[in-house]
Nanobody, 125 residues
Framework: QVQLVESGGGLVQAGGSLRLSCAASGRTLSSYGMGWFRQAPGKEREFVAAISWSDSTYYADSLKGRFSIYRENAKNTVYLQMNSLKPEDTAVYYC???????????????????WGQGTQVTVSS
């Protein structure tokens, strides 16, 4: 069973930065695409950023320029660097892994086979 564990969330002042990480465990994996999604209380889960198995990157239009996604050379951990944080960034952030290299948009939750438990990001104003 593939397990994903997010870390790096916490409380930060508006304008600050956080780096989230998502590490895979359970078995050795080949390269795969990974995505970040977030869900605020009472809101739908929304796409944040993704990186494909071939390292193409994708961002929500509203977040591009503030958030960056990248992976370790080992291809088993993905990071989300978040800068200039705003209160509206407050949410639980989830990572997903496209282990099977599914068809579909990396912006779609349906593309991902495994999910982490989420990490809370709270941005105060």
């Amino acid at each position: 069973q593939v397990q994903l564990v997010e870390s790096g969330g916490g409380l930060v002042q508006a304008g600050g930065s956080l780096r989230l990480s998502c590490a895979a465990s359970g078995r050795t994996l080949s390269s795969y695409g990974m995505g970040w999604f977030r869900q605020a209380p009472g809101k739908e889960r929304e796409f944040v950023a993704a990186i494909s198995w071939s390292d193409s990157t994708y961002y929500a239009d509203s977040l591009k320029g503030r958030f960056s996604i990248y992976r370790e050379n080992a291809k088993n951990t993905v990071y989300l660097q978040m800068n200039s944080l705003k209160p509206e960034d407050t949410a639980v952030y989830y990572c997903g892994a496209d282990v099977d290299r599914n068809l579909g948009s990396p912006r779609s939750q349906a593309k991902y086979d495994y999910w982490g438990q989420g990490t809370q990001v709270t941005v105060s104003s």
